[in-house]
């Protein structure tokens, strides 16, 4: 059976229109996804920190190198309360709380010892997600560390 249907102006628009559609609709899931998903660092000037990045890189493996663990979690009323492992008595622990993105909020935290292997900060941090920048110093030592929050 031979079809008589042409291809028209209509069947164009719609192939036009439905192409179109896909693209945009790919475009704004892409989108969304990469908004939701970066928890990296932003910076005011790039260039700048990529100066400092082999810098940053070598603390890091000297903090690995240390063997300390430190754990992160939100009391009920604000305080940050940590979980350390192979940190020597005596230490001091300071922080640096940042909002991962969005709201450019920082808050500077001492911690306190309460008891075994654990500590707990004197300032409270609002609800929400947070990411800690941990500096652990004892013995001549340093050890630095990201924690998130929740």
Excluded: C
């Excluded at 899931?29 to 910076?43: P, T």
């Excluded at 709380?97 to 911690?111: I, K, S």
Aim: hydrophobic share 45%; glycine share 10%.
């Amino acid at each position: 059976m031979a079809s008589n249907s042409k291809f028209t102006g209509k069947h164009m628009a719609m192939v036009f229109i439905g192409g179109f559609g896909v693209v945009i609709a790919v475009n704004l899931v892409m989108a969304s996804f990469a908004v939701s998903g970066f928890h990296g660092l932003v910076v005011e000037n790039s260039y700048v920190a990529s100066q400092k990045f082999n810098g940053w890189m070598d603390e890091a493996e000297k903090s690995r190198a240390l063997g300390w663990q430190v754990e992160a979690r939100q009391l009920a009323d604000g305080r940050i309360a940590l979980t350390t492992a192979d940190v020597p008595e005596g230490a001091a622990i300071t922080a640096i709380a940042r909002r991962p993105l969005g709201q450019h909020e920082l808050a500077n935290l001492t911690f306190a010892p309460a008891g075994a292997d654990a500590w707990t900060a004197n300032e409270a941090l609002a609800q929400g997600r947070w990411t800690l920048h941990l500096t652990v110093t004892a013995g001549g030592q340093t050890w630095t560390g990201e924690s998130k929050l929740p």
